[in-house]
């Protein structure tokens, strides 16, 4: 069994920071890639920047200069650091993972969701 656990969401003004964390636990063999989606309101869920296995970092055009996505290996945890956030980055925003489990078996994961808000 596999969680992955999502913390760091709230309301804020625009202009600010926040830092999203998703912590993977359970019987996990290995980590191929995480990533962070969001969905708003009556939209359909995005893709807001993942981290594949060798570092490689992709970000939505929406996003890039103002958010960072950065993982700890050790700790099984992929963060996202949103900065200048904008009225228009209001949504759910889920953790996606790519795991291998201990019984070697490949599976996708999603976190429950943590909202985020951005509004004066």
């Known amino acids: 069994q596999v969680q992955l656990v999502e913390s760091g969401g709230g309301l804020v003004q625009p202009g600010d920071s926040l830092r999203l964390s998703c912590a993977a636990s359970?019987?996990?063999?290995?980590?191929?890639?995480m990533g962070w989606y969001r969905q708003a309101p009556g939209k359909q869920r995005e893709l807001v920047a993942d981290?594949?296995?060798?570092?490689?970092?992709n970000y939505a055009d929406s996003v890039k200069g103002r958010f960072t996505i950065s993982r700890d290996n050790a700790k099984n945890t992929v963060y996202l650091q949103m900065n200048s956030l904008k009225p228009e980055d209001t949504a759910v925003y889920y953790c996606?993972?790519?795991?291998?489990?201990?019984?070697?078996?490949?599976?996708?994961?999603w976190g429950q969701g943590t909202q985020v808000t951005v509004s004066s």
């Open positions: 981290i594949i296995s060798g570092g490689t970092r």
């Open positions: 996606k993972a790519y795991i291998t489990t201990a019984s070697m078996r490949n599976y996708v994961y």
């Open positions: 359970g019987s996990i063999f290995s980590i191929n890639g």
